[in-house]
């Protein structure tokens, strides 16, 4: 090994470790999020498409937690921990690829630096967590396809992969289907002999099998998952929004970190002005995957609401050539690879982000301003979704505990929430531990996947008694949305949550006596 692979493999081996390690603690450390428990639910009942997403996140969960044998936060983030990491080591491979090990280097390093890689796909457990994975994986096989000199046989065993992940990618989440609108734009422009090749279309018919479960799961569900994605981007309905492009446009610079942004930009400029770092080839695949994914949501987020995290996988590609560019600026010096300023200016806002999130999440060390009434604490602080829920278990356990012993509720009795937030929190963080249902009972489009996991729990009774929680960061008195259907609505308790020593959020806790008629199923078998 020569002088500049040991200095890299040190590197690499320092960046992994102490990458993993901080993600590990904080994994283990924060609640889950709205998003996160909910996609707790998928693991908890596993089918072949779901509401908001494909199946993948699940089937991660189920993995990595042993079929939910171990459930804690950790246990249910594992996946995104582990998956970063090898990330990482993926994205270096790609960066070595196409230029050479301090490419790779400089792109692992970006890559980490980046919140949305280290934190959103990093820590969280969300569908972009295997999408990204997949999308990676595809971007290094579409690499080893192009490098010139593959033995027919390799090229033919790495299209075949090619559709493989593309299409686990897919399933993962919607979007992936970018990495074949890119590659066969790519194919299109450059490489029209491809066409003639059977094992591309054996590749894209792999991707195809990957995603048929989920095609004739939404054909048996009135494709209501296509439907739900197709509304969130459908800008015929809407009027022109100035301030949501804006919006969308602060985000992905938070996202993929500002300096991580600042390079890019700065490398695509030059790259339109015809400064070249790579070879032609690795150059025009990276902007026809990541250039039309990034326009067409800024487009998008022109009229609609959008989440700056949809693009992250794209910027990920664009690191790549951010890399490159770094590596013919700062090359070896004395066989020893330089970090360059702009990297440590990336990593260090990544330690601030990460440090002040962590630290305002669990002690509100900036205050939030907070005028509301007593029933709407804490509305303004998003951090409260991730704070609280622990806490709020061995409170509930004990008002259930009295009103059980009083003879008002049976133990049995289940929780019912009338949106799929925060009603998969209290499933995962109340309901589980006390070993008693959540149902989902109101309008369909505020249930999601509740509307499936009412019918797998036996569906709500006529007759029965449930609970009804529901918090200041949400408030929603039940009378709001069960007015007549149920004998009775009885304010049973308020818990209040302290953070820091003072009151941050309070929890709302109803008796729902006897509900009147059981309700009729949204689902069609």
Known sequence: MNDCSKSVKDKMI????ASTSIRIMLAAWLELGNDEVYYWTYALFPDWSHFDHPPMVGWMMQLFSLNLYFDSELFLRLSSVVLTTINTLIIFLIGKTVRSEVTGMYAALLYTASVYAFVITGIMIL??????FFWLLSLFLM????KKGNPLKAQNI???LLGLSIGLGIISKYTSVFLWFGFGLFILFYKREWLKLPVLYVSVLISAVCTLPVILWNMQNDFISFSFQGER????????RPDLFLSELAGQILYNNPVNFVLIISALILVFKGKQWLLHDYQRLLLLIALPVIGLFLMFSMFRATLPHWTGPAYNTLLILAAARLAVKFPLRNGKIRIPGGIIAALFFLFFIITLGALQIKYALIPVTDNNPYHRLGRNDVTLDMYGWRKFKPEFEKIRNKHVLEGNMKSSDAIVGENWFPLANLDY???RPLKIDAFGLGEPQRLHKYLWINEERGGLQKGNDYWYVTNSRDYKHPEEVYAGLFEQIIAADTVTIDRAGKPAKRFFVFLLKDLKQQPVSFLNH
């Open 158 to 160: 790495y299209f075949i």
């Open 127 to 132: 569908p972009d967590t295997p999408q990204n």
């Open 429 to 431: 963080y109340v309901a």
């Open 233 to 240: 981007v459908n800008i015929f309905a809407s009027s022109f």
């Open 14 to 17: 320092v960046l992994l470790l």
């Open 143 to 146: 690499a080893k396809i192009i």
